[in-house]
Every structure is written in structure tokens, then in C-alpha cells.
């Protein structure tokens, strides 16, 4: 691949999919500056790595499969406290009304903190999974088989489930 192909393949990834890597990046860091910084380590390896990449792979499984890999990486690096999600922000036009907002932000704070408790591998399938990926593409990224996606996806759930009821009757 020569420096053009790079480059185009780079905004590619930079335009298109740098919304999913800074939303994975947010699954693995909670500190707004740290979650920063481990996005554009990812988007440095992304365009390390883009020489090597063959095309056996989406552009978007591949830029997933290099951001799952750094942030175990940053995880292992900075094990500390429980990480954070934010959503991104912004307002419909046809905006619900305040208490329908502060009820939908109780929910996803709810499901967020949620998810952050699940296990590292539960966390990743869950996440990926909320990013559209399918299971196939998911296995690819994680490196694991089908079946332990399968395996992991219904064990996320019942736990998020659980949390989820847990924190309903407190």
C-alpha cells in the first residue's frame, strides 16, 4: 500500500469511524483527558498498523480490532477505578420535554453503570455489540471464536439484567 492509499484509507477511518473508536475508547476510560489520549493512541496504531492490513477485514472491524487491542492495553497499563461512558451530546429538534430528558438520562446511567461493572470480556462484547458489530465481526475483533461470543453476549445480558433489577429495588 503505497502513502496516498494510506492516507485516503486513514481519513477513512479518522471521518467515518471516529465516532465508534471514541465511543470504545470511553468504555475503557473514564477521565475525559486520559479517554483523549488513549484515542489518539488508538488512531497512531490505526495508522501504523493500516501498511499491514490486507483486506480480509472491514475497514471498521479492522479500526475496532486495534482499539479493543489498545485499550486492554491502556486497562493493563492503568488498572484503577471503574470507567465512565459518556454519550455524546447534542439535542433533537423536536426535543422531548424536561422530565422525559431527565428520566431517559436516569436510564442510561442506569444501563451505564451497568455495563461498567460487567467483567472486562463481558464489557467488550456488550459494547461492540451496541456499536452494530455483528457476532461474526465481533469474534474477529476480540479474537475469540462465534461461540464465545454467543457465550459471553447472553452472560452480559443476564448480568445487566440483574444489575439493572438490583438497582431498581434500592
Do not use: C
Not at 50 to 68: D, I
Not at 107 to 131: D, F, G, K
Amino acid at each position: 500500500m503505497n502513502v496516498r492509499d494510506t492516507e485516503a484509507l486513514f481519513d477513512e477511518v479518522a471521518s467515518l469511524h471516529g465516532p465508534m473508536i471514541r465511543r470504545i475508547a470511553a468504555s475503557y476510560e473514564a477521565d475525559p483527558e486520559a479517554r483523549r489520549e488513549l484515542q489518539q493512541d488508538i488512531l497512531m496504531a490505526v495508522w501504523r498498523a493500516l501498511p499491514a492490513w490486507r483486506g480480509e477485514a472491514s475497514v471498521r472491524t479492522f479500526a475496532a480490532r486495534v482499539a479493543h487491542n489498545r485499550g486492554v492495553d491502556h486497562v493493563a497499563r492503568h488498572a484503577k477505578a471503574p470507567r465512565t461512558v459518556e454519550l455524546d451530546d447534542g439535542l433533537p429538534l423536536d426535543a422531548p420535554s424536561a422530565q422525559e430528558m431527565v428520566e431517559r438520562n436516569q436510564q442510561r446511567e442506569r444501563l451505564m453503570r451497568a455495563v461498567r461493572a460487567l467483567p472486562l470480556p463481558l464489557r467488550q462484547v456488550t459494547v461492540l455489540t451496541l456499536e452494530d458489530f455483528t457476532p461474526s465481526e465481533i469474534a474477529d475483533v476480540l479474537g475469540v471464536g462465534a461461540n464465545a461470543v454467543s457465550i459471553r453476549l447472553t452472560r452480559a445480558k443476564a448480568a445487566l439484567r440483574e444489575t439493572i433489577q438490583r438497582q431498581e429495588r434500592t
